[in-house]
């Protein structure tokens, strides 16, 4: 039943899973409403729902555009149920913008398979990387997914490898001119926030252990198949797939070294998991293993949320 609804990309699906961020969201924010007494903070939830669909879309182009998955809601939905293993997620905007701006990165690097205007695309997601790194520091790791990339598809110009310099000074400039013009905290901020922590002691209840551990074997599940079978997946994808695979183990790079640890740091993870879970379930010709894969993915997912409000 489920695999039926989100089996194409279907407007019903759409507005199904928008029903269904729109619910969450809300009941994470009503957990505390004094929210309201602000109109400061009521203008910065709005922002962090704008980037949270602006998310959504993203995983959803990117993998329509790209092939990464077949015309399904899979992607979105996954995505969807991954964010519910930490309701904190919805109220953290630096991380939400962070991911979001790290979804821009993928989204050009991801189209570089084409070779159509490789330059360009370097340059932009060499810029939203920067730009993510202004809100969480580590998210300039995912460099390391710039220069694979050109590795695979632009190697023989030496010109490539010099435009992620060019990103990082046109946004050192301008970052450099805002703190010194608008917020003279905004530089002392951003070097804080250099620091790295590698205890795994950060949590306060049983049940965000018992969420990780969930998130654990959900990586497991989705990802070990898609290192396994990665030689045998269309030549013209296998590229883009490596791409999310370094992505996914960054991203837990990020989640192992960063300070003021928590399992929101686990976001950078979801977008590729979110592709690989998508592909286990499209490529299994088993529809009772697609539902189970679906029905135990959207109970956890559940469970978790409402075990941590």
Request: aromatic share 20%.
């Amino acid at each position: 039943m489920i695999t039926s609804v989100f089996k194409k990309s279907t407007p019903i699906n759409y507005f199904l899973l928008l029903i269904l961020i729109l619910v969450c969201f809300s009941i994470v924010q009503f957990q505390d409403t004094n929210w309201f007494n602000s109109v400061i903070e009521i203008a910065k939830k709005a922002v962090v729902f704008g980037l949270i669909l602006g998310s959504f879309f993203l995983v959803n182009f990117i993998c329509k555009k790209n092939g990464l998955t077949k015309d399904s809601g899979y992607p979105m939905l996954f995505f969807f149920l991954f964010l519910l293993f930490s309701p904190t997620i919805w109220n953290n905007f630096t991380l939400i913008a962070a991911n979001f701006f790290v979804l821009l990165a993928l989204r050009r690097l991801v189209s570089l398979q084409t070779l159509k205007a490789p330059k360009e695309k370097i340059f932009d997601a060499s810029l939203w990387i920067f730009v993510a790194s202004l809100f969480q520091f580590w998210c300039i790791l995912f460099l390391i997914v710039v220069y694979a990339s050109i590795i695979f598809h632009v190697s023989r110009d030496y010109r490539n490898w010099l435009i992620p310099f060019v990103s990082f000074f046109t946004t050192a400039v301008i970052f450099v001119f805002y703190g010194l013009l608008i917020d003279k905290s905004a530089i002392a901020f951003y070097l804080n926030n250099i620091t790295t922590n590698f205890q795994l002691d950060y949590f306060t209840n049983t049940y965000q252990n018992l969420a990780l551990s969930m998130f654990a074997v959900f990586a497991v599940f989705f990802v070990v198949p898609m290192l396994i079978s990665l030689t045998n997946r269309p030549l013209n994808l296998q590229a883009s797939y490596k791409k999310l695979l370094f992505t996914f183990f960054i991203g837990l790079v990020i989640f192992f070294i960063s300070d003021n640890k928590s399992n929101d740091l686990l976001l950078f993870t979801f977008f590729p998991m979110a592709v690989f879970a998508t592909n286990t379930v499209e490529f299994s010709q088993n529809k009772m293993q697609q539902e189970i894969i679906l029905t135990f993915s959207i109970l956890l997912g559940f469970i978790a949320l409402f075990l941590q409000l």
